[in-house]
């Protein structure tokens, strides 16, 4: 019997494992996404530093994997904290196009498009939604792959389109990350 336990814990830690790089851990706001390596950075941050960052997602995950540009957003948040910056003062959208709008859908719609597989980026969306990342769905994606706001996983909206919804969030001071 606890030899089962013991196993079952070693299954349920190594996917958590197998995405930590060397040199890399955990992040003060969200442990398990994103995670961040302390750097001797020789550009300090300014004191009071705000943050408003917009990621461009187009790339769908491989099934069953995590998104690498969803737990981008997830280590710049983390990473901001760490480094002393107030978690309010770092604000962060995900605007979603093309072929990532399938990282956005629940699981059952999910895993109906992709082979019967499971949604990896699920969880890390709904862990960035909790605290407080917003998540956009590309409207015009959303018409041309007959994706409806009821296939979106809890808290994410849809935008009249990507183009829209980056010159809105570009009005309200945010910059768009280059990666």
Known sequence: ML?????SLMLLAAPALAQTREGFGPGPVLPDVGPIAPVDSELPLPKGAK???????????????LSRQIETAGRTLN????AGVPKENVQIVVV??????M?????DVYAA????KANGSMDAIR?????????YLCGQTAMGQKIT?????PGVKMSLSAITAHAVYQQRGYTLNPF
């Open 51 to 65: 943050f408003k960052i917009a990621f461009d997602v187009s790339a769908k995950a491989t099934p069953g994997a």
């Open 149 to 153: 706001k009821a296939d979106l996983l």
């Open 79 to 82: 990473m901001h904290v760490a």
């Open 127 to 135: 862990k960035l939604i909790g605290a407080g990342v917003e998540f």
């Open 103 to 107: 990282d956005l859908l629940k699981p």
């Open 96 to 101: 979603v196009h093309g072929p990532g709008a």
């Open 113 to 116: 498009r992709n082979d019967g």
């Open 3 to 7: 030899r089962a336990a013991a196993l």
